[in-house]
């Protein structure tokens, strides 16, 4: 089986699909990588490194022409899409509930798709394959960098001939992967740090990680299935906003990091909250996207700054701006994935599998993953159906 690795094309995406390391490590299983040439340019990883890997350097044409698995980090262009063939098939982090019509199109075109986004997380053999915890690690990680960057003071106490500097006050809302990085990350940097979730569970991590544990009384337990947080009712949502509002106002940095795959993120930050922020504060919203964010007047790849002096940095896609490190984590999440859907030097497609029940999409044709599916709805006259025909 030839599996391919292609270079990236989203504005600001540096990340690639497998490093050169991973390329031994497939090997073995029958699979042969090629590369397109300088797909790993981003990450810092030339040509050369993965030609001495083993892997065969070739040209765009060339890549769609001769392979039977596509590689890739983000969801593919069209101009990708109008490449792939039937009974070719394209692994990565495709985003279906965000875009379920990509699901259709590449049903339509006879296209396998698998998406790493609706790997079952709490699965213990699953684990290596989690590419949304190990990109939520390193997107943790350069929040609260970022966070330091955009602070007009130390984030650590200074104690010099000038005089003292305080140390900052952060406060990270939502601690699964991202927040607890970021708690991490910001503790090492000398900030006095606290974390607040919906799930009672989390304060024992929060706490581990030496930050104070926020308590809101307003909202009962926010916890849901599998150890993730439940959506809160809009009475809920009402009174955390109130709460946090006056613990938000006490912080110099605020971290947020809620996201809902499909769905827009929470928001935490109210205008109100804003206006109760000091000149000079920051926040880092992890949440923003298209569909809005974690906060009041953040839009995803921009920088903006309030009436009052509060900067709001919608932080997108940070995992991207940490190209090696994060490359390096995905490589070993889909390589993980592939060997798991490879047998006998074949993709091979079993959809009673628990892993291949998440993240398989699209096959022979159809749109098979229900979740997907039910978010395309019935098709209109003219539109490919779920199951790559047309009405």
Partial sequence: MKAAVVKETSPGERRVALVPDAVTRLGPAGIDVLVESGAGDGAWLPDAAYADAGATIVSTAELFQAAEVILTVTKPSAATVDRLSKGQAIIGMLAPLTDPELAAALAA???????????????????????????????????????AAE?????????????????????????????????????????????????????????????????????????????????????????QQEELTGHIARHDVVITTAQVPGRRPPLLVTEDALKAMGPGSVIVDMGASALGGNVTGSRPGETVVTGNGVTIVGADNLAATVPTAASNAYSRNISALLLHMTKDGALAIDTTDEIQAGVVITYDGKVVHEGVASLLGPRTEGDADVDGTRN
Avoid: C, W
């Fill in 109 to 147: 075109k006879g296209v396998t798709a698998v998406s790493l986004d609706g790997l079952p997380r709490t699965l213990s053999r699953a684990q290596p394959m989690d590419a949304l915890s190990s990109q939520s690690n390193v997107a943790g990680y350069k929040a609260a960098l970022v966070a």
């Fill in 151 to 239: 602070f007009g003071r130390f984030f650590p106490m200074l104690i010099t001939a000038a005089g003292t500097a305080r140390p900052a006050k952060v406060l990270v809302l939502g601690a699964g992967v991202a927040g607890l990085q970021a708690i991490g990350t910001a503790r090492r940097l000398g900030a006095v740090v606290s974390g607040y979730d919906v799930r009672p569970a989390s304060k024992g991590e929060v706490e581990s990680l030496g930050a104070t544990f926020v308590e809101l009384t307003s909202v009962e337990s926010g916890a849901g299935e599998g150890g993730y947080a439940r959506e809160l009712t809009a009475e809920e949502r009402q009174a």
